[in-house]
């Protein structure tokens, strides 16, 4: 069972809730939380927001399409991501937005692209982006520091964070879709932690350790937290990454996941092996194998 954890008590170090989220962080991948700092206005916004621009037709949405660089910057089509390599390119459409440095090379720092339409898309999603920064690392730090690392070292691993805000749109599944076809294929989170908020449609599903699938959803106002391989890797396992993919059904939905991944240069092997894996080197390596118009560059 995935617990639903509010958010204030485990930030106020509760025993009892420390220790839930210790297990769902070891054994499950998954939690859900509440009783957030982000104010559920703010989240029903930015929902709009997303909603509106991906109803916008597809020659205003090519004026800031991710294939045209690259990077992960601005609107991924329908089919631009395949993030299982055995299945067909995800249906899924996707708007992609990131931390920004002023003349760096790196694509995880690339500037980001802005529509003209919706009016107030830009600073409603980089106003969501900052709080969902702030409330990620707080989460992120009391979950390492209840496994027992060193919550503070964390911290200074994330000033300049690799952290990508994208707003999914899943149309309804397509007609002709076979068993290879999925809103998103069956897949690990690349980084450290994930902050989703969704629309209250049903349509996550996480894979069980012993075999199978479970749904996962949240009302708009909560979220579900799950935990990537950059952060199984640096934690020993000791944080584990689990399956999940959405097939898709009748209905339309949308999602908000904030992808809270570290500076570049964090050094992300396990600690204490005496190796160095740099974040950048793990992250870019999947975003090449991910993106379409990133995999045929390379």
Known sequence: MIPRIDAQAFLADDVDVVAQVRVAAREIGFLTVHNSPIPIDDIKDVFAAYAGFFALPAAQKNAVNMAQTGSNRGWGASGSEQVDPDANPDYKQVFDCGFEIDGSELAAYAPNQWPEV?????????????????FSGDLLAAIVGAIG?????????FDQPMALLRGNYYPPRPANAGSKDFGIATHTDYGCLTLLAMD??????????????????????????????MLEMWTQKRVVATPHRVVGGTDERMSIPLFYNPNATANVAPIGSGKTIHAIDHLQKRYDETYLHLKDKT
Do not use: C, H, M
Not at 118 to 134: G, Q
Not at 200 to 225: D, M, N
């Open 149 to 157: 690392e060193d919550a503070a070292y964390f911290r200074t691993q």
């Open 200 to 229: 209250g449609t049903p349509g996550l599903e996480v894979r069980k350790r012993g075999g199978g699938w479970i749904p996962v959803s949240a009302p708009v106002g909560e979220f579900v937290i799950n935990f990537g391989e």
């Open 118 to 134: 919706p009016a107030e898309f830009r600073v409603l999603i980089e106003n969501y982006y900052a709080r969902a920064l702030a």
